[in-house]
C-alpha cells in the first residue's frame, strides 16, 4: 500500500484544516486507516482511526474536534480538523494496517507526513 497526504499548512488557533491521504496498491477497503502525529521533540502518536465499516476511535485530545473518514470509492481517508490550538502543531502521518489495530505506532503502512503549524 502506498500513501500519500496532503493538506497540511499554517492556520491560526480556532481554524479548520483538512487533511487528505490517497492510498494505492491494494484493496483500500479491507484495511484500517489511519493518522498519527509527531510533534517537535515528542514521541509520535496515534490522532484516529476509521474501520473498513466507518466505525471510528479517537484520542481524548482531538474528540469533538476532529473527525476521521473514508471514502471506499476514492480510496481516500480524510482528516477533518476543526478549532485547532497550537499544540496540534505537529507533522500528521496517514497510515494503514490490517485489523485488529492498536494506537501503538506499529501499522503496517504509512505515508511521508504533512506538517501542521497552529499559531497563537
Known amino acids: 500500500v502506498q500513501l500519500q497526504a496532503s493538506g497540511g499548512g499554517l492556520v491560526q488557533a480556532g481554524g479548520s484544516l483538512r487533511l487528505s491521504c490517497a492510498a494505492s496498491?491494494?484493496?483500500?477497503?479491507?484495511?484500517?486507516m489511519g493518522w498519527f502525529r509527531q510533534a517537535p521533540g515528542k514521541e509520535r502518536e496515534f490522532v484516529a482511526a476509521v474501520s473498513w465499516s466507518g466505525s471510528t476511535h479517537y484520542v481524548d485530545s482531538v474528540k469533538g474536534r476532529f473527525t476521521i473518514s473514508r471514502d471506499n470509492a476514492k480510496n481516500t481517508v480524510y482528516l477533518q480538523m476543526n478549532s485547532l490550538k497550537p499544540e496540534d502543531t505537529a507533522v500528521y502521518y496517514c497510515?494503514?494496517?490490517?485489523?485488529?489495530?492498536?494506537?501503538?505506532?506499529?501499522?503496517?503502512?504509512w505515508g511521508q507526513g504533512t506538517q501542521v503549524t497552529v499559531s497563537s
Open positions: 496498491g491494494r484493496t483500500f477497503s479491507t484495511y484500517v
Open positions: 497510515a494503514a494496517d490490517s485489523p485488529p489495530y492498536s494506537e501503538h505506532d506499529s501499522w503496517d503502512w
